[in-house]
């Protein structure tokens, strides 16, 4: 009997399958709210998607592309943050509307609004402030961020995304929380050989993503 995996090592590995051209196969992805709201998306961006047993095979897209203007990730809180940045990697990243769930609705997301704005996107909330849901467009740049480290899922958002971004980026995080997940992130990365560097100056943690890198579709077992 197979143990489930968790949620977060499912999510990653979807999202990182969508960013890799051509077929991944991730095998016992774990079946929740949480993940089918992540398939959602990776549809939503281009990616084909099928099943075959305990297989889930993405077939990433060669760009990430929509052909909608209004995305709903649901309640699923990893899954809405990990999206925002991909949505700053499209091929054409024209004005798309994302919206949520009304529990997801009342989450913060403020410091992961204007982390992006800095790396090059266009935000507007539609309702309220710093909240969504939001109109977003432009591509993701790279640049220099800080975050108040409260969420791992904002960090962690960012630095799956932003080694597909043009230009090097710098994160500097002040007093870190959830350092497991954060951990579980740069496994994934290092698993697909993306480069980064990470620096700790008392209560800051500093990472250095080169940019113009690129994610291989991939076989694992969840």
């Not at 196969?25 to 075959?52: E, F, W």
Request: hydrophobic share 35%; aromatic share 4%.
């Amino acid at each position: 009997m197979h143990i489930p995996t968790s949620k977060s090592h499912s999510i990653r590995g979807l999202f990182m399958a969508l960013m890799a051209a051509g077929e991944s196969t991730l095998t016992h992805l774990l079946r929740s709210n949480d993940t089918q709201d992540a398939l959602h998306v990776c549809k939503t961006l281009g990616a084909h998607i099928r099943v075959q047993g305990d297989h889930v095979i993405v077939d990433g897209p060669e760009s990430l592309c929509t052909s909608t203007d209004y995305l709903n990730t649901g309640n699923s809180g990893i899954t809405t943050r990990f999206t925002l940045p991909l949505l700053g990697l499209r091929k054409h990243p024209t004005p798309i509307i994302v919206d949520c769930g009304d529990q997801m609705r009342t989450r913060p997301i403020r410091d992961l609004l204007h982390a992006l704005s800095s790396l090059g996107l266009s935000i507007d909330s539609l309702k309220a402030p710093d909240c969504l849901p939001i109109r977003i467009s432009g591509k993701l740049q790279g640049g220099q961020v800080c975050l108040d480290g409260l969420s791992s899922q904002h960090l962690s958002a960012l630095l799956l995304t932003l080694p597909l971004a043009h230009q090097p980026s710098e994160i500097t995080v002040n007093d870190l929380h959830g350092q497991p997940y954060i951990d579980m992130t740069l496994q994934w990365l290092s698993s697909q050989h993306i480069q980064y560097q990470r620096e700790t100056k008392k209560n800051k943690t500093i990472y250095s993503v080169p940019g113009n890198q690129r994610y291989h579709h991939f076989h694992t077992t969840l």
